[in-house]
């Protein structure tokens, strides 16, 4: 038997690349591993044109999944307990669980900690960005690209400040910050997107980042010009603490050619050894599974990595998620996408 499965790039890729042989040697299950962009994986899946057997399945479009019947739930034999009850909420429609989650992230905001005190505000980023930013050195950096997946910060950032940008339906009830925007377009150029703002980030071409709590494994890894002098922290607005909420889990289709495969895959994803492996050798603590947070060896991976200060910070964005600031809608991802291209162009210009 072989499987067909879709991954965003990222840690799980690693993951399944490097260790997906013990699970074949396990099961006798073999499996094809794409990774494709998440923009791309919605419209193949949508489309229906290509029918992968598991594939990740973003919180963004979870709902029109869901109305198009295109993954199954998440079976009973799945203790969804063990994870994070937000990341388990956030890839649910109506109450019923489509995924297992690997991934939660709320909103943080990196900061160069040998350049200023840390924010404590949305107003404090947009002034240490003016303050601090130049021509070499971007004072905040945020997603401004065109793609739906780049809306998450400015949804965040509205919320803060007591605007929901999304309605459940319709157009936008709101406008952007028109100050952010302006921070933003000062220090857009070359970092649009979720790659290039790490990159640049790394290179210390930045004072501040403003994204997914999931930068840690990368700003503080071998090789990065600020390793060691990122501090990482939430911040709040006048209403709300600031958000960036993102959730993913594998999920099996409906058109699935083996369902007891795919579920020993879920299964298989989320064991104690996979788990393990990922936290010491990949260097990610930031899997929503509560359970491996109180073990000895993942206290010693934090410490050993230098995540002592980031890891409480990841903590605390979790806590302070609020799913009700992203529109459960079915268009999410066309309707995004318009308003992402409109906020582009405006700081392009």
Not at 16 to 42: I, K, M, N, Y
Not at 85 to 112: K, N
Not at 114 to 123: I, N, S
Not at 142 to 148: A, E, Q, V
Request: charged share 25%.
């Amino acid at each position: 038997m072989r499987l067909s499965v879709w991954l965003k790039e990222g840690h799980t890729v690693e993951v399944v690349q490097r260790l997906g042989a013990e699970f074949t040697a396990e099961t006798g299950v073999e499996l094809d591993v794409a990774a494709v962009p998440e923009s791309a994986a919605h419209d193949l899946l949508v489309g229906g044109e290509v029918r992968p057997d598991v594939v990740t399945l973003p919180f963004w479009y979870a709902e029109e999944v869901a109305r198009r019947g295109l993954v199954e739930p998440v079976p009973d034999a799945v203790d969804l307990g063990e994870f994070e009850p937000t990341a388990v909420a956030a890839l649910s429609v109506d109450g019923t669980p489509l995924a297992v989650p690997h991934t939660l992230c709320g909103g943080m905001l990196c900061y160069r900690e040998d350049l200023t005190d840390a924010p404590r505000t949305t107003d404090d980023v947009l002034r240490i960005a003016r303050d601090l930013g130049r021509p070499d050195r971007a004072g905040l950096l945020m997603r401004t690209g065109p793609d739906f997946s780049s809306l998450a910060g400015h949804l965040g950032w509205a919320w803060a400040n007591g605007e929901r940008l999304l309605p459940d339906a319709g157009e936008p009830d709101a406008a952007p910050p028109a100050e952010l925007l302006d921070v933003l377009a000062r220090s857009a150029t070359g970092a649009d997107d979720y790659a290039r703002l790490g990159t640049r980030m790394a290179a210390g071409g930045a004072v501040q980042l403003f994204d997914t709590s999931a930068w840690a494994p990368f700003l503080e890894a071998e090789g990065s010009a600020v390793r060691g002098r990122v501090g990482y922290t939430t911040v709040t607005g006048p209403v709300a603490p600031a958000q960036f909420l993102y959730a993913e889990g594998l999920a099996v289709t409906t058109w699935c050619r083996d369902r007891d495969a795919a579920r020993a895959l879920l299964r298989w994803r989320h064991s104690a050894r996979v788990r393990r492996f990922e936290v010491e050798r990949l260097r990610r603590p930031d899997l929503p599974h509560r359970a491996q947070r109180a073990q000895p060896w993942y206290e010693a991976a934090v410490e050993r990595f230098g995540y002592t200060g980031y890891v409480p910070a990841l903590e605390r964005s979790w806590r302070e998620i609020a799913l009700d600031h992203v529109p459960r809608r079915a268009d999410f991802v066309a309707v995004a996408r318009r308003l992402m291209t409109e906020i582009h162009e405006r700081v392009r210009t």
